[in-house]
């Protein structure tokens, strides 16, 4: 049997897909502040905290209510979007016509506040939160064991993603929106209601970030700190993708996870960093990032 | 400053009452400081605060004429934050002695910064080794466990049960790196092998790819040289990758009750682990137990609180025996009369400031076994005090050293 | 692209345009009042306390160097501070070096990494330029982890040596430290305070306000902040050394993300922009930490509040409104 860099090609294809699972959750996430990016120009930094939230409204599903993981799936990102919808309405529309830092710091407090509260009642050491019934076991794909959970979260996500992709680019809305990107002022004046269209695009980045929570928790224990370090490694993917595509969002988080991945098997004790290596040297050869159009 | 709950244990009332035939009263403030809101504050937190309180009541302070003041703060698992208060403690509040801290980051700076001020610490919380070994002073007692302690716990015991082939999960830090170290001695001591290592990023979410490289291992045991988050993550998915199933078995390294709570009988079944303290092991446990859950919303108390109690009961008599706070006194006392109380049993705290008492083997149990909440692990093995912790011989403490 | 965070802050402005007698002799007067309660503060209050506001205080000040003056948000901060304080504390107690050395090896460290990192961060603006300052202090988070030769790892570098001044004067006691640190503060606040009024000064506020119209004054603009973002990282280094010393730790919370967080909120708390702003800031954040500890995660959620009230209500800080009731900057 050969074997590639001292690895067995098998264990090798079983890492690339584990890179592949994690680079899900980048790229949704990524995704999610590209959205928001793109329209209200500032980075949302209550996103990890919002990706908790979702983990935390299905827990708090099943535990209060009884309901079920596939319920939660669409009812927490719909809760915690809305909750997206109220933060833009209240606080963020009132940022509006000044510099977009401001969102940065804005949003920064907010997750501070989030994330405070949920320890406070949670405390810190993590809630279980039981993989589904359906999706319990495990196929044997001949190199490694893929749990059934874990193919699933490639497979939303993908679909979430493209699906998003899909809507933005293709669509009437999605032009509505890029029009409102490319030019606010004169969208207005096409008899679009742009303030709505802003508040509704939040609360749907918001709601990506809430479904990748809900995905998380039942692989990751639910945590309120589980958003806050993984939101700068996100940050680190944004800027390598650049803000500027939301293709360029999708490839790169998927990408990176991959990179990411292998690191763990050649090179363990990296990985936590091999992401912003990656963001210096890109930042080297193309400031604007990989997909992004230069400031 | 930090006098956050200031608990008055006894009333000025009570203690003139009582001790009319003592001339002078002595008033004693200890200082509960550990993680009330992290990761650790389930495992010490308020738990070790009601803890102490029941140490003061059960040595009826009151009535010897020892007024005994207790107060905490929440150090936040920081050294710097857990320095600060240690120091404002000493210097402002007037606090005789330090207890529990857990994180050993922590509690090395406590440990520093009471040998420097002349006060008295003893840890319960903290696992590093070196509290009684190169960072050892003569103002702390390490009362419970430690890395130690651990692997020779489930090192030691896990090889002798067939175990023979390890495979380490082990948090890329200091702490860890001290764990797979003295687990990998005992276990080729033991005449095991350990096959490999991971060094996984510290903290870390995602532990499949080292569980797998784990299980391409085919080593018979994975030990997880990790703790808090990073141990209940890798519990976690090593279950959900099947490892457990698959005929390995899981060793923690530092696990305690409170984290098999909250991982719950059905993930943590056929983890082995080892402790110096169980809720369930005797009737004085069990009743004690009893008294602290009631006042802990439930809970059974973890081997660190019940170190807290059981620390400060033994302070408390030296303070009776030697009729006097005075530090070098009263920490020549503890070391010279041997300990004694309902949750350790009989013991010895040694020259290094090393508390020397039984350790215990468990295997937590199979969701079928359990017989209601809390009843969490079935002993394997009993380690005799001397086997568990670093012989004076092999102590890197100067106190000791000739 | 116009990254002027402080648009509204009145104080740059005002400077700018009538740096009137006025005010140069009420800014004395503060220096002067600042100074008498610097020498009474040890018998009011607890000097580890006064201490520790202190470096927060330089720290921001530091911060404010860059954000106020050179319009430049760094979310990234605590790398500098952070390294630094490992250096001089690895020094102090490795190498044996007196404080004052300790304290400036760790200030050259600052330097260099901040010369590095700031010729990459600038490269872009605005939010760019502050996820990238972040990602590269993060960076600097995973080596302190993964080092635990040099940084102690969780551990910390601990029981660094306070040593003697010049090889001389003993520091041991709190008093003498403290009054040097309160010397290394006015220092540094003295330093800042030339650095904003002068020439070079001046320039960078042009740029902050407009960057193309000051580069089509022949200023090359990059340069300029370049040069303020190394003294901004090296003042910030100064600050995490003398904690460094003070509290003879030097650990991991230096150089995490939160502390950048924190760094920011002093700075907007007190009034961004402002030169003494960052002071009363730095004053009221740890006396809240301080006083509220017993609170655990609360803090965290009152700092949140503070946060989000200070961005939507409160954007010119508390020095920030004074100087607007009084009409001069402060």
């Known amino acids: ?295 | 400053m930090m006098k956050l709950k200031t608990i008055l244990a006894t009333t000025a009332l009570a203690a003139l009452m009582a001790s009319p035939a003592l001339a002078q009263q002595i008033s004693v403030k200890a200082g509960v400081l550990n993680d009330r809101s992290g990761l650790y504050a389930d495992l010490s937190g308020e738990g070790s605060v009601i803890a102490a309180r029941l140490a003061v009541e059960d040595f009826k302070a009151a009535e010897k004429g020892i007024k005994v003041e207790i107060v905490s703060a929440d150090h936040q698992n920081k050294p710097d934050v857990g320095s600060t208060i240690a120091r404002q403690w000493y210097d402002q509040d007037g606090v005789d002695l330090i207890l529990d801290v857990p994180t050993s980051s922590v509690a090395l700076a406590v440990n520093q910064i009471t040998k420097e001020k002349n006060k008295i610490h003893i840890n319960s919380g903290a696992a590093s080794s070196d509290l009684t070994g190169k960072a050892c002073t003569p103002n702390t007692i390490h009362w419970t466990y430690d890395t130690y302690a651990l692997a020779q716990g489930t090192g030691g015991a896990m090889v002798k049960a067939g175990g023979d082939s390890w495979f380490f999960l082990t948090a890329d830090y200091a702490f860890g790196h001290a764990l797979e170290r003295d687990a990998t001695e005992v276990i080729t001591k033991n005449g095991g092998k350990v096959l490999g290592a991971v060094r996984t990023p510290f903290p870390g979410t995602d532990f499949s790819s080292f569980l797998l490289q784990a299980q391409a291992s085919k080593a018979k045991v994975i030990g997880l040289a990790n703790a808090g988050g990073d141990t209940i993550n890798s519990i976690k998915q090593a279950g959900e990758f099947g490892i457990v199933a698959g005929g390995q078995k899981l060793a923690g390294l530092l696990v305690f009750a409170s984290d098999v709570h909250a991982l719950g009988l059905q993930t943590a079944q056929g983890l082995v682990l080892t402790e110096a303290f169980y809720w369930d092991t005797n009737d004085q446990t069990r009743a004690w137990s009893e008294r602290f859950a009631k006042l802990n919303n439930g809970k059974k108390p973890t081997m660190v609180q019940a170190g807290v109690y059981s620390g400060l009961l033994h302070y408390l008599k030296a303070v009776e025996a030697a009729k006097s706070k005075d530090t070098a006194t009263v920490m020549a006392k503890m070391k010279e009369m041997p300990t004694d109380d309902p949750l350790f049993g009989k013991g010895t705290v040694r020259a290094d400031g090393r508390k020397m008492h039984d350790m215990y083997l468990f295997e937590v149990k199979k969701p079928s076994e359990s017989k209601g909440p809390w009843d969490y692990y079935k002993q394997l093995a009993v380690l005799p005090a001397d086997k568990a912790f670093r012989p004076l011989s092999e102590s890197e403490c100067p106190l000791v050293k000739k | ?330």
């Open chain 1, 1 to 295: 049997m050969f074997e590639l860099l001292g690895i067995p090609p098998q264990a090798l294809f079983g890492q690339v897909l584990l890179g592949l699972i994690n680079g899900s959750f980048y790229a949704i996430l990524s995704l999610g502040l590209a959205v928001i990016f793109g329209l209200l120009n500032i980075i949302n930094f209550a996103h990890g905290a919002q990706y908790m939230m979702g983990a935390f409204v299905a827990w708090m599903c099943l535990n209060y209510l009884g309901i079920n993981y596939w319920a939660a799936l669409l009812l927490a990102p719909l809760i915690v979007g809305v909750f997206g919808v109220l933060i833009e309405r209240f606080l963020i529309a009132k940022l509006a016509n000044l510099d977009h830092l401001y969102g940065l710091l804005l949003t920064f407090g907010l997750a501070l506040i989030i994330q405070g509260l949920f320890r406070n009642n949670y405390g810190s050491s993590g809630l279980p939160y039981q993989i589904p019934d359906a999706l319990k076991g495990g196929q044997n794909l001949g190199f490694m064991f893929l749990p059934n959970y874990r193919g699933w979260v490639v497979g939303a996500s993908l679909v979430v993603c493209l699906v998003t992709w899909f809507m933005i680019e293709k669509t009437r809305l999605g032009a509505y929106l890029r029009a409102a990107t490319e030019n606010p002022t004169l969208t207005q004046a096409f008899g679009i209601n742009v303030p709505l269209l802003v508040t509704l695009t939040y609360g749907f980045g918001v709601a990506l970030a809430a479904f990748a929570g809900v995905l998380a928790a039942p692989i990751y224990s639910v945590n309120p700190n589980m958003g806050a370090d993984l939101i700068i490694v996100v940050f680190a993917v944004v800027v390598i993708g650049g803000m500027g595509s939301i293709m360029g969002a999708i490839v790169t988080g998927f990408g990176l996870g991959l990179v990411e991945g292998l690191t763990k098997v050649f090179y363990p004790e990296a990985s936590a960093t091999v992401i912003f290596i990656i963001m210096v040297l890109v930042l080297l050869v193309k400031p604007a990032g990989l997909f992004g159009r230069a400031a």
């Open chain 3, 1 to 330: 692209m116009a990254d002027v965070l402080s648009v509204e802050a009145p104080a740059g402005a005002i400077a700018l345009a009538e740096t009137s007698r006025g005010t140069e002799r009420l800014h004395r007067a503060i220096f002067i009042g600042l100074a008498a309660v610097l020498l009474v503060a040890p018998y009011l209050a607890y000097p580890v306390f006064v201490m520790k506001v202190l470096c927060f205080a330089l720290f921001a000040l530091a911060f404010n160097l860059l954000l106020g003056y050179g319009g430049l948000l760094s979310f990234g901060h605590a790398a500098y501070f952070g390294m630094s304080s490992y250096v001089c504390a690895y020094a102090a107690k490795n190498w044996g070096l007196t404080p004052e050395l300790a304290i400036l090896s760790g200030v050259l460290v600052s330097a260099v990494l901040g010369l590095a990192f700031g010729a990459l961060a600038i490269r872009r603006q605005g939010i760019y330029f502050a996820m990238i300052t972040l990602a590269l202090a993060q960076m600097v988070f995973f080596f302190s982890l993964q080092a635990p030769k040099f940084t102690g790892g969780e551990d910390g570098i601990q029981a660094v040596p306070r040593g003697k001044l010049f090889g001389l004067i003993d520091l041991t006691g709190d008093r003498a430290l403290y009054y040097v640190v309160a010397i290394i503060f006015m220092a540094g606040l003295l330093l800042i305070y030339r650095i904003i009024h002068s020439p070079f000064g001046q320039v960078c506020k042009a740029i902050r306000d407009n960057e193309p119209r000051a580069i089509s004054l022949g200023y090359r603009a990059n340069q300029y902040k370049l040069a303020v973002f190394v003294l901004s990282a090296s003042l910030a280094g100064l600050a995490g050394a003398t904690k460094a010393i003070v509290f003879q730790l030097a650990s991991l919370t230096d150089v995490h993300w939160s502390m950048s967080g924190e760094v920011v909120l002093m700075t907007l708390v007190g009034g961004l922009g402002t030169v003494f702003g960052p002071i009363v800031g730095a004053l009221v954040i740890v006396s809240m930490q301080n006083y509220l500890a017993s609170l655990g995660a609360w803090v965290t959620v009152v700092q949140g509040v503070i946060f989000v009230v200070c961005v939507l209500l409160f954007r010119e800080g508390i020095v920030g409104v004074i100087a607007k009731k009084i009409g001069r900057p402060l």
